[in-house]
T-cell receptor, first 109, second 115 residues
Framework: GQNIDQPTEMTATEGAIVQINCTYQ??????LFWYQQHAGEAPTFLSY??LDGLEEKGRFSSFLSRSIGYSYLLLKELQMKDSASYLC??????????WGAGTKLIIKP | DTAVSQTPKYLVTQMGNDKSIKCEQN?????MYWYKQDSKKFLKIMFS???????INETVPNRFSPKSPDKAHLNLHINSLELGDSAVYFC??????????????FGAGSRLTVL
């Protein structure tokens, strides 16, 4: 079967750095996505990786290693507004998105 | 505003009723989707639809049916509602239904509660 694993919850301090890991086993691979979802709101797109390596976008970076089915989302200089769930999703060989359950990130002052 | 809009935002109804959730996008996207997000927060695809093809997740009961009057609208109709249908339903759209980054733009969600 297809599976996306992420930690359920993480806690970090304002101003610090946090890394949210995602491992996947899917039928084929055609890209990995990270979305942010604030409580009670819609998911919004953060990043897309299709080749191995690091993609940097401001305070957020996303890393991919296809050989081991692994990605992480790195958030720097954490702000209170970063408190949200972070969803990892992989597009499989049929171009269908398989979603993880998300990691709830709690930022403390 | 350019967006994906869905109505109603909240829907409370009795078991056995039939209800619809409407979705409209003015982004000019080719593909629209319906997702269900349950209490465990998993997003599960229900349908994807573009001008040419309706793809149905085989696990979706046939009580659920998408209706698309045109490219900008994809409504969700649910017959004979059951307790397990309680969830948040998200409409989404994307420019490209296949390859490429294919970023999804989501609506704000419709929280359905079946009593």
């Amino acid at each position: 079967g297809q599976n996306i694993d992420q930690p359920t919850e993480m806690t970090a301090t304002e101003g610090a750095i946090v890394q949210i890991n995602c491992t996947y086993q899917t039928s084929g691979f055609n890209g990995l996505f990270w979305y942010q979802q604030h409580a009670g709101e819609a998911p919004t797109f953060l990043s897309y990786n299709v080749l191995d390596g690091l993609e940097e976008k401001g305070r957020f970076s996303s890393f991919l290693s296809r050989s081991i089915g692994y990605s992480y989302l790195l958030l720097k200089e954490l702000q209170m507004k970063d408190s949200a769930s972070y969803l990892c999703a992989v597009r499989d060989s049929n171009y269908q998105l398989i979603w993880g359950a998300g990691t709830k990130l709690i930022i403390k002052p | 505003d350019t967006a994906v809009s869905q109505t109603p935002k909240y829907l409370v109804t009795q078991m056995g009723n039939d209800k619809s959730i409407k979705c409209e996008q003015n982004l000019g996207h080719d593909t629209m989707y319906w997702y269900k997000q349950d209490s465990k927060k998993f997003l599960k695809i229900m349908f994807s639809y573009n001008n040419k093809e309706l793809i149905i997740n085989e696990t979706v009961p046939n009580r659920f049916s998408p209706k698309s009057p045109d490219k900008a609208h994809l409504n969700l109709h649910i017959n004979s509602l059951e307790l397990g249908d309680s969830a948040v339903y998200f409409c989404a759209s994307s420019q490209d239904g296949g390859s490429g980054a294919n970023v999804l733009t989501f609506g704000a969600g419709s929280r359905l509660t079946v009593l």
